[in-house]
């Protein structure tokens, strides 16, 4: 079990995010697990939905702002925004102050939401300082470096540093591992073939390791690989770092469940 901290620190809303809510709620539950055991008051606005990567990925400013400015209603009253995907973190922080570019008083908003919005993983380490204990997981696993994450959050060793911290978990090298896996929202859909040869390098790669699982922080990369990895018939189980931090890794995302 993780460590438990009795609430009362920084008041954190917690974006779900689009995938985990529809496809993966695990994380979700993991993420909340974790940012309680780190002495977070957390609560999860029922009025939220998407942050508006896909739109502002596609070039539609005008529907990336609307769903941008409800996420700044929603959220900007908390301490922290956290979010367990490095994408959507990204798009809030980095992105949402262009967005109002024109708007001085919506610009002003979001560079202070900006602020305070963290990818959940960076937060942990970064802002709480917090490690796990009396976590065990006997595998070997490989972890994968999301490209938002990685490139416009600087989120490289925090996983790691947190990993490291379960109890008979071996962390095997990835050839490639900053390497982009193919996903990229509506790329994977708009260029299919070249999405395609990505990930299957990269599921070559994955599997060169031996290790038993793959982990990463965005579920939207972790569910293009899984796929690709069970279409070739490799037995090696995929999970967001959280579920196997919360001591949640009870299905492999891309597993049939009983």
Not at 6 to 15: D, I, Y
Not at 25 to 53: D, H, M, W, Y
Not at 69 to 89: H, K, M, N, T, W
Not at 118 to 143: H, I, M, N, Q
């Amino acid at each position: 079990m993780v460590q438990n901290v009795h609430p009362g620190g920084p008041r954190v809303g917690l974006f779900a995010t689009c995938l985990v809510d529809m496809l993966r709620p695990n994380i979700g539950f993991s993420a909340l697990e974790l940012l309680r055991a780190a002495g977070c008051t957390v609560e999860i606005p029922k009025t939220q939905t998407c942050c508006g990567q896909p739109a502002y990925n596609s070039g539609d400013d005008a529907s990336a702002r609307k769903l941008a400015r409800q996420v700044i209603e929603i959220f900007e009253g908390f301490d922290y925004l956290v979010a367990p995907s490095g994408s959507c973190a990204a798009t809030i922080r980095v992105h949402y102050p262009d967005l109002f570019r024109a708007e001085p008083a919506m610009r002003a908003r979001a560079e202070k939401l900006s602020a305070k919005t963290w990818e959940l993983l960076s937060f942990l380490v970064d802002v709480r300082g917090f490690a796990p204990t009396g976590v065990s997981c006997k595998a070997s696993a490989t972890y994968h470096d999301t490209c938002s994450g990685l490139r416009e959050l600087g989120i490289k060793t925090q996983p790691r540093a947190l990993l490291s911290a379960i109890e008979g978990l071996e962390m095997r090298a990835l050839e490639g591992e900053e390497t982009c896996c193919g996903f990229g929202g509506t790329f994977c859909v708009k260029y299919s073939e070249i999405s395609d040869a990505i990930v299957t390098e990269k599921a070559e790669n994955v599997v060169a390791t031996g290790a038993d699982l793959l982990l990463g922080g965005d579920l939207g990369c972790l569910l293009n690989m899984a796929g690709k990895l069970r279409r070739a018939g490799a037995p090696i189980r995929v999970f967001h770092a959280a579920e196997l931090l919360a001591g949640r890794a009870i299905h492999a995302i891309g597993e049939e469940k009983p």
